[in-house]
């Protein structure tokens, strides 16, 4: 079953940190670029980072530079997104995205909820 699985959310004060991880299963993720998007009420889904096959190339979202990583474990199928320095407007519904450098194809997990706040 393809699938991918988010977890690590949560409630955190601003200022705090969150590590993001997404376990990857029935593909081969070694094949696939990875992103983590989010999604905050009332807005569009944004690109947040995004992560080549190898964890060779990384790019970002300008709100986001500086404060958060994305990396990735082709060994154990998990893609991470350490986040520091947090504020309020990070408060969001977080997704984990693979697509495939063949087809195109792309896979979404069912998203975690990041809440900073006081």
């Known amino acids: 079953q393809v699938q991918l699985v988010e977890s690590g959310g949560g409630l955190v004060q601003p200022g705090g940190s969150l590590r993001l991880s997404c376990a990857a299963s029935?593909?081969?993720?070694?094949?696939?670029?990875m992103g983590w998007y989010r999604q905050a009420p009332g807005k569009e889904r944004e690109l947040v980072a995004g992560?080549?096959?190898?964890?060779?190339?990384?790019n970002y979202a300008d709100s986001v530079k500086g404060r958060f990583t994305i990396t990735r474990d082709n060994a154990k199928n998990t893609v991470y997104l350490q986040m520091n320095s947090l504020k309020p407007e990070d408060t969001a519904v977080y997704y984990c995205?693979?697509?495939?450098?063949?087809?195109?194809?792309?896979?979404w997990g069912q998203g975690t909820q990041v809440t900073v706040s006081s």
């Open positions: 992560i080549t096959t190898a964890g060779d190339s990384t």
């Open positions: 029935g593909f081969t993720f070694s094949r696939y670029r």
């Open positions: 995205s693979a697509v495939s450098i063949l087809t195109t194809t792309r896979i």
